[in-house]
């Protein structure tokens, strides 16, 4: 991920499946970390969404790099990056994904809106840093 610039996201595959890795600048992280809590479904990712090493509000290992299964929790469609905080028709919106099919809003953590259809954060998968700029999705300290 060498080439993934500050504020971007990349899309790799895994299993069949679209993994993004996102890289959050300073603002995005402090944006994520002081969301109002009680406009999430799921602030404290208590569902079994997460690998058991990851916790806190930006969900992922380093904070600066979130690692999600792009597919919406609801009925499958990809949503939309819209980290920018004015992306969205929403009143303080934070940054994060917006899924069309229908409706559904999630943090740049990955973690859903209160009434939206989809149910549950977006999972995040197993995985570890292999260097700085490696990321080996699937794997985990403990299954390395
Ligand atoms: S599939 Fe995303 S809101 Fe329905």
């Known amino acids: 991920m060498s080439k993934l610039e ?3 996201r990349m899309t790799v595959e895994w299993r069949g499946r679209p993994v993004w890795i996102i890289n959050r600048t300073p603002e995005m992280i402090e944006r994520t970390e002081g969301f109002d809590g009680s ?3 799921d602030p404290e990712s208590q569902e ?3 690998p058991g090493y990851i916790s806190g509000p930006l969900r992922s290992i380093r904070p600066e790099i979130g690692v999600l299964i792009g597919i919406c929790t609801h009925l499958g469609c990809s949503p939309l990056f819209r980290p920018e905080p004015d992306a969205v028709d929403m009143d303080n919106w934070p ?3 917006f899924c069309p099919c229908h409706g559904s809003f999630f943090d740049l953590a990955g ?3 209160r009434n939206v259809p989809a149910p549950t ?3 995040v998968p197993p995985y570890r840093f292999e260097t700085d700029d490696i990321i ?3 794997e985990d300290e403990e299954t390395a």
């Open 95 to 97: 940054g994060g994904f």
């Open 121 to 123: 954060n977006l999972e």
């Open 39 to 41: 406009r999430l479904s």
């Open 48 to 50: 079994p969404q997460q």
């Open 136 to 138: 080996i999705i699937g």
């Open 6 to 8: 500050p504020g971007q």
């Open 111 to 113: 973690r859903v809106f």
